[in-house]
């Protein structure tokens, strides 16, 4: 083969191998920029939810609990025109413990007048081994019997361990609440969790707002 014979083939070698070169650097680019991405996408902070509650949440009714049958973390609950202080005793007179007993004031109330200042719900619960948060959500329902998308009223309670009752306020939104039907959501969490989250509610209850409520209902204390 001739000099010049031999550089033509060294030349077109040394294409060949040029354009295999770059080839595999664009391929190494390619795959290196979609690990990128793909990579960039895993260390993406998630986007904060707007609502909680992406869909309808059935939780049963706390309204009529069977007796000696408990609800949730619940021994009993009740709605109610509000609350007494007792004491528990060790069976001797003058002999306390640290634990009140609260006693609801006509339990079983579901109908009250627009000028109720509040409306209360009282409970008891099996002894905590670790502080809970209790929480309401006041919901309209309209006359079709779709709820309302915004609570009207909120409030929460934080229960030290090792107690057994509580209470939630459910104060009256203006100078009245609007005549109507409300649906309350019941919330158990733990403390330092985001309390009306869709997960954390336990169960439902009802009240209505009338201008002729009936006679109130008896104020003996729950059955235990």
């Given at each position: 083969?001739?000099?010049?014979?031999?550089d033509?083939v060294?030349?077109?070698?040394?294409?060949?191998?040029?354009h295999?070169?770059v080839?595999?650097?664009?391929?190494?680019?390619?795959l290196?920029?979609?690990?990128?991405?793909?990579?960039?996408?895993?260390?993406m902070?998630?986007?904060e939810?707007?609502?909680?509650?992406?869909e309808?949440?059935?939780?049963?009714s706390l309204?009529?609990?069977q007796k000696?049958?408990?609800?949730s973390?619940?021994?009993?609950?009740?709605?109610?025109?509000?609350y007494?202080?007792e004491?528990?005793t060790?069976g001797?007179?003058?002999?306390?413990?640290?634990?009140?007993?609260?006693k609801?004031?006509?339990?079983?109330?579901?109908l009250?007048?627009p000028d109720?200042?509040?409306?209360?719900?009282?409970?008891?619960?099996a002894?905590?081994?670790?502080?809970?948060?209790?929480a309401?959500?006041?919901f309209p329902?309209g006359a079709?019997?779709?709820?309302g998308d915004?609570a009207?009223v909120?409030?929460s309670?934080?229960?030290?361990?090792?107690?057994?009752?509580?209470?939630?306020?459910?104060k009256?939104?203006?100078?009245?609440?609007?005549?109507?039907?409300?649906?309350?959501?019941?919330?158990?969490?733990?403390?330092?969790?985001?309390?009306f989250?869709?997960?954390?509610?336990v169960g439902?209850?009802r009240?209505?707002?009338?201008?002729?409520?009936?006679?109130?209902?008896?104020?003996?204390?729950?059955?235990?």
């Amino acid at each position: 083969m001739s000099e010049r014979g031999a550089d033509q083939v060294v030349s077109r070698g040394g294409r060949w191998l040029f354009h295999v070169l770059v080839a595999g650097l664009l391929m190494t680019a390619n795959l290196g920029f979609s690990i990128a991405v793909a990579e960039g996408r895993d260390l993406m902070v998630p986007k904060e939810q707007v609502t909680t509650e992406f869909e309808p949440t059935e939780t049963p009714s706390l309204d009529v609990q069977q007796k000696g049958v408990p609800q949730s973390l619940f021994t009993w609950i009740k709605m109610a025109r509000g609350y007494e202080v007792e004491w528990d005793t060790f069976g001797r007179k003058g002999w306390y413990t640290q634990d009140p007993r609260l006693k609801p004031i006509a339990p079983g109330t579901t109908l009250f007048s627009p000028d109720t200042p509040a409306v209360y719900i009282v409970f008891e619960v099996a002894p905590l081994e670790d502080p809970a948060q209790f929480a309401a959500q006041v919901f309209p329902v309209g006359a079709d019997g779709k709820t309302g998308d915004r609570a009207i009223v909120t409030d929460s309670l934080e229960v030290p361990g090792h107690e057994r009752y509580g209470f939630l306020e459910l104060k009256k939104p203006s100078e009245q609440w609007p005549q109507g039907k409300y649906l309350v959501k019941i919330y158990i969490t733990s403390l330092g969790q985001q309390p009306f989250h869709a997960v954390n509610q336990v169960g439902t209850m009802r009240f209505a707002v009338t201008d002729q409520p009936p006679a109130p209902a008896s104020s003996d204390s729950p059955a235990r």
